[in-house]
């Protein structure tokens, strides 16, 4: 069994920077992929970025060059360093780790 903890999250002002952790622990495996997902206000659950197992990064168009996905593969975890952080990116935010969910965590963008 896994268990998937997710950190990080709040409030920020437009512009500014955060950074999630996702964590696992249990039965986890050598090598590993990190999803990242929001849930906009009133939308479905949609991917953001991932990384795979060796390192291949994928980003949803409304982040690239904002968002960076990177991995710790001595602590399992995965990051998601948000930059210039928009309104619009407000929402909650999930990770993947084994087909594991972590919580959710709510990213607020206001001034």
């Known amino acids: 069994q896994v268990e998937v903890v997710l950190s990080g999250g709040g409030l920020v002002r437009p512009g500014g920077s955060l950074r999630l952790s996702c964590s696992a622990s249990g039965s986890v495996e050598r090598l590993w992929a990190v999803d990242w997902w929001r849930q906009l206000p009133g939308k479905s659950r949609e991917m953001v970025a991932s990384?795979?197992?060796?390192?291949?990064?994928w980003y949803h168009d409304s982040v690239k060059g904002r968002f960076t996905v990177s991995k710790d593969t001595t602590k399992v975890t995965g990051y998601l360093q948000m930059n210039m952080i928009y309104p619009e990116d407000t929402a909650v935010y999930f990770c993947?780790?084994?087909?594991?969910w972590g919580q959710g965590t709510q990213v607020t963008v206001s001034s």
């Open positions: 990384i795979t197992s060796v390192g291949r990064t």
């Open positions: 993947n780790m084994f087909g594991t």
